[in-house]
């Protein structure tokens, strides 16, 4: 029981991040600054933290951390995209504006 809490801390913990950061996309409108590679690798690490619970049959409340991450870092990545297009976008016009 008390490894499970020291889990959850640890997911929490990594998870605070993720609503600031997404906010951060969402207002800066900007892919600069971020690492695409960074973000999947995140993915990844949840997504074993994921089946690790389901294979090793220590299904319990802590996953559902893991999956609130896996979503949070999702939507980031989704955001990477929107913003990497904005990026380009914005590009363009400077250069057919000179």
């Known amino acids: ?31 600069k600054g971020k690492s695409l590679v960074f973000e999947l690798f995140l993915l990844v690490g949840y997504a ?20 609130i991450n896996f979503v949070a870092v999702s939507i980031d990545v989704c955001l990477y995209f929107r ?4 990026d380009l976008q914005a590009e363009a016009e400077n250069k057919a504006s000179r």
């Open 48 to 67: 074993f933290g994921i089946a690790s619970k389901f294979i090793s049959g220590h299904l319990n409340y802590v996953v559902i951390f893991y999956i």
């Open 1 to 31: 029981m008390m490894s499970e809490l020291f889990e959850v801390i640890m997911v929490v913990c990594f998870g605070i991040s993720w609503p600031i950061s997404i906010h951060k996309s969402l207002v800066s409108r900007t892919a």
């Open 83 to 86: 913003n990497r297009r904005l």
